[in-house]
């Protein structure tokens, strides 16, 4: 399913001509669309596509980044995987989510809620004129009812992962006559009603739709797992993920840029994909991937914006020792990198082995970035001394492919894809003790990754830098080093994707790895002195103030601050 804005314009009825009489009084306003003009099948899937429109995380009203689905704010620059990037000056609120000072009125985690909850709503307001849609067989209502509540546990598992005690509203609660039907409490642990909205999703859904960017059977089954994951329900999630695996529907793709390419979008590896789309009629392009439209080179064709900057930390997690990741060692000695020299200055790149992935995920100097040259270093780059001298990658575009403006682009986003399942049966398998499962889980992993098609080359075919990387030929030997192989891997696969700050919080070791990050770092970029990460506090981000205060029912807020936030 392409993502377009659908105009709803289409469902009213032509223009109405008044009469000079009381009957004006009563006429419904040109323009105005009810309830009653979408009760059928084409109004209800009007709705269920806004309500699917929403997953790029743009169109709720508030500033895109603040609520992209990749999460690239909350999942890597409060993580050790980016930089805020640009300069000091440069979106100031940002630095404090990266440096751990998180306060209620940060305008970004109130445009994250509001999205979250627009998005709910969408859902919502599908299942209840759906109630009266004549027009439709049972079998439709079921597969409408399934899909509109596979993107409801999608909205409310963003909001949970985000701030843990939040509401969960379904479409029973909703009275338009009544505005604070809505406000209910979030004293109650939501997810096993996330867990019911999957699992009625995964009961109902074809395994293929003709349509892509469609909810299917193992998109459900496969965000089930994932919340399974984030709740240590290590026995619940195996077999979902078992059948997944087992069905064969789904198989790597050959090379790992396929899953970062528009050429490749829809490829057989992924599960569900965010569908973005340009030169569709939207203005601006603002279904092209726009809540990453800051996240290019400082210059070069993007000529914008400089953010989302890949830490030392991050690239130096890529080097490799016989092919191996150095899993406790990585941050000892960095990756070189060109900071403070000029273009003109000479540079050789890093000469050690380092794995192919790294060149897949960050832009550095001296290598080719996509197809538009080599990175040229600090003219791509506004403030090296603030942000390091690397560049964001896997959501640029590449000549050929559409793009809008400079930077809106068709490039999907892999929400789930096959990658993410078999890690994550690794985890399970590390839990259980079943370390030769996980080695083999992994390993697939990384043969695909050591697939030399696919490495960064350079116009000779030679490649661009000296990758090293082998599968492990040895058993684990504890269930400690397991752990640590399957998280390490789990960062260099999707490193960049957002999904870093919460796989360190359900990991449970955030504070270890941040604040151990932290103090390394600060002696590069001086404006982390001070940040802590804080233990039992920082997990979560703080309810936005402004939502607590709407909360207000009978002079009583219905929603309460998470602990240490107020």
């Known amino acids: 399913m392409n993502k377009k804005i659908f105009s709803l314009a289409a469902f009213l009825t032509a223009s109405l001509f008044m009469a000079c009489g009381d009957e004006f009084l009563t006429t419904k306003p040109k ?22 429109s929403l997953l790029d995380g743009v169109g709720s009203g508030n500033t895109a980044w603040h609520s992209a689905i990749t999460n690239w704010v909350y999942g890597a620059v409060a993580a050790d995987d980016t930089y805020k990037g640009t300069d000091a000056g440069d979106q100031p609120e940002i630095t404090f989510i990266e440096t751990y000072n998180w306060l209620p009125t940060n305008t ?6 509001r999205h979250t909850y627009d998005g709910v709503a969408r859902c ?40 843990n005690k939040v509401p969960y509203i379904d479409e029973k609660m909703y009275d338009p006559s009544n505005p604070e039907s809505t406000k209910v409490s979030n004293k109650e642990d939501i997810w096993p009603k996330i867990e019911a909205d999957f699992k009625a999703a995964y009961d109902v859904l074809p395994v293929n739709q003709t ?15 994932k919340a399974y994951m984030f709740q240590r329900k290590f026995a619940q999630a195996k077999p979902l993920l078992d059948e997944i695996i087992a069905s064969n529907k789904y198989t790597l793709a050959p090379l790992i840029f396929d899953n970062f390419n528009a050429a490749t979008n829809n490829n057989g590896e992924s599960i569900f994909e965010v569908q973005m789309s340009v030169n569709d009629g939207s203005p601006g392009g603002i279904n092209g991937n726009n809540g990453n439209i800051l996240n290019y080179p400082y210059t070069g064709p993007w000529n914008c914006c400089g953010f989302e900057q890949p830490s030392q930390n991050l690239v130096n997690a890529f080097q490799t020792q016989n092919g191996l990741p150095l899993l406790d060692t ?28 790294l060149d897949h995920t ?14 040229t270093g600090k003219p791509w780059v506004r403030d090296q001394a603030y942000a390091g001298p690397y560049s964001p990658k896997k959501a640029v575009w590449s000549k050929g492919f559409s793009h809008a403006t400079n930077r809106n682009n068709s490039n999907n986003y892999r929400l789930l894809r096959l990658g993410h399942v078999i890690l994550w ?17 992994i390993n697939q992993i990384r043969t695909r990754a050591a697939n030399p098609a696919g490495f960064v080359k350079m116009s000779d075919g030679s490649q661009a830098a000296n990758y090293v990387i082998s599968t492990y030929s040895s058993p684990f030997a ?11 891997e789990t960062r260099l696969e999707f490193g960049m994707e957002g999904h870093r700050f919460f796989d360190l919080v359900r990991w449970g070791i955030a504070d270890q790895v941040l604040n151990e990050y932290v103090a390394k770092e600060k002696t590069k970029r001086t404006y982390l002195n001070g940040a802590t990460f804080k233990k039992g506090l920082n997990e979560y981000y703080p309810i936005p103030q402004a939502e607590i205060i709407n909360s207000t029912v009978a002079g009583a807020n219905t929603l309460t601050q998470n602990p240490g936030y107020n």
């Open 31 to 52: 323009g105005v669309l009810n309830q009653k003009d979408l009760e059928s099948r084409q109004g209800v899937d009007a709705l269920l596509i806004a309500a699917y």
């Open 108 to 113: 970004h985690f109130r445009g994250k809620w």
């Open 124 to 163: 919502n307001d599908v299942l209840q004129v759906m109630a009266n849609a004549k027009d439709m067989t049972a079998a439709e209502k079921a597969q409408v009812t399934a899909e509109a509540r596979f993107l409801r546990g999608h909205y409310h598992f963003e909001a949970k992962k985000m701030w």
């Open 211 to 225: 349509q892509k960017g469609r909810a299917t059977k193992f998109a459900a089954g496969a965000y089930l797992a």
């Open 330 to 357: 990585y941050n000892n000695v960095d990756v070189k990198n060109d900071e403070g020299l000029s273009a003109a200055d000479p540079f050789t790149p890093h000469t050690g082995p380092l794995d192919p992935r």
């Open 362 to 375: 960050v832009g550095r100097r001296g290598i080719p970035y996509l197809d538009h040259g080599f990175h």
């Open 425 to 441: 049966r690794a985890e399970v398998a590390v839990e259980e003790n079943d370390l030769e499962k996980a080695r083999t889980l």
């Open 478 to 488: 504890s269930q400690v080093i397991a752990r640590n192989a399957v998280q390490f």
